[in-house]
């Protein structure tokens, strides 16, 4: 939730300057949703953008409907793909990685325990550090070499697992364990993570990273 915020400050100050600059920064990489059953709307990338939005004030955001339809037995994409099964449509989701069936610590869950609005998603204080440590290029993008799909939540579930990162001192405050956590992301037990770079050199730098 911290990223949220800092993207929500981020909208409020720019639209100091310029109202429309960030609006064109949205449409240029809009909010990814998908159709699901009964019509409803299913958010399947930028929920932290979404939400921010939401916090800035905003009811209203640029969104771009992805298409997910499948092939038939024959091999032919029907013209509109219609679920029925909820459950058949998030293992679709999942199966093509545009779905994380897990809660804030992690655990797998089912449809049910979804949540139904952008301000109900839970706070994974581990995603908030992965993400401060992606910022201070503790791991890149760059070197991702395209297995991008909830990289950060990776590196947040592995972070987890990390007796250097107890849970209790990671909620009451991820800043204070970021130096420890970025230390751990470019040692040797982070090889096979997405955007590794631990075995570049110790100059290395990620890259701009506007997000």
Same mark, same amino acid.
């Given at each position: 939730?911290?990223?949220?915020?800092?993207? &929500?400050?981020?909208?409020? #100050?720019?639209?100091? /300057?310029?109202?429309?600059?960030?609006?064109?920064? +949205?449409?240029?990489?809009?909010?990814?949703?998908?159709?699901?059953?009964?019509?409803?709307?299913? /958010?399947?990338?930028?929920?932290?953008?979404?939400? =921010?939005?939401?916090?800035?004030?905003?009811?209203?955001?640029?969104?771009?409907?992805?298409?997910? #339809?499948? $092939?038939?037995?024959?091999?032919?994409?029907?013209?509109?793909?219609?679920?029925?099964?909820?459950?058949?449509?998030?293992?679709?989701?999942?199966?093509?990685?545009?779905?994380?069936?897990?809660?804030?610590?992690?655990?797998?869950?089912?449809?049910?325990?979804? !949540?139904? &609005?952008?301000?109900?998603?839970?706070?994974?204080?581990?995603?908030?550090?992965?993400?401060?440590?992606?910022?201070?290029?503790?791991?890149?993008?760059?070197?991702?070499?395209?297995?991008?799909?909830?990289?950060?939540?990776?590196?947040?579930?592995?972070?987890?697992?990390? $007796?250097?990162?107890?849970?209790? #001192?990671?909620?009451? &405050? !991820?800043?204070?364990?970021?130096?420890? =956590? +970025?230390?751990?992301?470019? &040692?040797?037990? =982070?090889?096979? +993570?997405?955007?590794?770079?631990?075995?570049?050199?110790?100059?290395?730098?990620?890259? !701009?990273? !506007?997000?």
């Amino acid at each position: 939730m911290e990223e949220v915020m800092k993207k &929500s400050d981020d909208i409020k #100050r720019d639209e100091l /300057v310029s109202a429309t600059k960030r609006r064109f920064d +949205l449409a240029y990489d809009p909010i990814k949703i998908v159709r699901g059953p009964l019509g409803l709307l299913y /958010v399947t990338d930028h929920h932290h953008g979404a939400l =921010a939005w939401l916090e800035a004030g905003h009811t209203m955001g640029t969104c771009q409907i992805q298409d997910v #339809r499948r $092939p038939d037995d024959n091999g032919n994409i029907p013209s509109y793909q219609t679920w029925t099964d909820s459950t058949q449509f998030l293992r679709d989701l999942n199966t093509r990685k545009l779905a994380r069936l897990a809660d804030e610590n992690g655990n797998s869950i089912i449809e049910k325990q979804l !949540p139904t &609005s952008l301000r109900a998603l839970p706070d994974d204080p581990y995603r908030t550090l992965a993400w401060m440590v992606r910022k201070k290029d503790g791991f890149c993008r760059a070197l991702m070499q395209g297995n991008t799909e909830f990289a950060e939540f990776k590196w947040a579930d592995w972070m987890r697992t990390r $007796p250097e990162l107890p849970y209790d #001192r990671v909620k009451a &405050s !991820p800043r204070n364990l970021r130096d420890a =956590a +970025l230390r751990l992301a470019k &040692s040797t037990a =982070a090889v096979g +993570l997405p955007g590794y770079r631990g075995d570049q050199p110790a100059n290395y730098k990620c890259g !701009p990273d !506007p997000d």
